[in-house]
């Protein structure tokens, strides 16, 4: 049959790429942060100075991203990127070219490839309606914007970051509606996708409740 696969999908800061690593830990499954594409191209476009408004520009650095994911760091031509890829300026620098239909077109091979024996685990805003529409399970995790402003100074300030509620909540605000009103590949959840409301579950909970929804299907 087809390799299983598992698609979260969800708003920024939901807690869905912490749920979907355990849940790809417990099953042995690869995993896919589909986020961390977008905040690559991201990082190449401000690293090279290229203008994020030149579609078929930032279209080319998608093309020929040299991206190797090993464990929890992502590298980009060698070079460690892991927390370069989470700062403020990459994270709204990727929700802007997300919405470039042709940058999207650019990654989806990319994204497709990492399906493989014996399955993946995969998080972002299209996994299950544009990559993987045939996933065995899409589940739609999302948590009231309170709480995941609230989980992310949290996170902030445990890093020892400098952080200001009210601006995170903004921001949170700023990229749901950039997200959730572009045109192609809006994050909204599927028809046939489990909504998984986080907001008063902890991590382990959710991860339960994936795993349950996926023994119920495979
Ligand atoms: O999930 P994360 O916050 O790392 O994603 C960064 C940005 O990349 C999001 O704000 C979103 O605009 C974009 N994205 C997307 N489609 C995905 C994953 C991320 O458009 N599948």
Redesign the pocket.
């Known amino acids: 049959g087809t390799i299983p696969v598992i698609t979260i ?1 969800g708003p ?2 939901s807690g ?2 912490t749920v979907a690593q355990i849940v790809a830990r417990r099953l042995a499954y690869h995993y896919l ?7 690559l191209v991201a990082l190449v476009a401000i690293r090279s100075n290229t203008d994020c408004a030149n579609e078929s520009a930032i279209t080319n650095l998608a093309l020929h991203l040299d991206v190797n994911f090993d464990g929890s760091s992502v590298r980009l031509n060698g070079e460690d990127v892991s927390d370069a ?1 989470r700062s403020e300026q990459c ?1 709204k620098l ?3 070219i ?2 470039q239909s042709a940058v ?1 077109a650019a990654l989806l091979q990319r ?1 497709r490839a990492f399906r493989q024996s014996p399955g993946l685990v995969t ?5 299950g309606s544009a ?1 993987f529409p045939d996933a065995s399970l899409k589940i739609f995790l999302t948590a009231s914007a309170e709480e995941r402003a609230r989980r992310r100074y949290k996170q902030l300030i445990e890093k020892g970051i400098n952080a200001n509620m009210q601006s995170i909540l903004q921001d949170i605000y700023e ?1 749901d509606t ?2 959730s009103n ?1 045109d192609i ?1 809006p ?1 909204r959840q599927e028809v046939d996708a489990k909504l998984l409301d986080t907001t008063f579950l902890s991590i382990e909970d959710a991860v339960n409740e994936v795993l349950r929804l996926h023994n119920a299907v495979c």
């Open positions: 999908d920024s800061a869905k790429g942060d589909s986020g961390a594409l977008y905040r890829l994270s990727a929700s802007i997300a919405g999207r994204q998080d972002g805003r299209d996994m990559v990229r950039r997200d572009r590949s994050l």
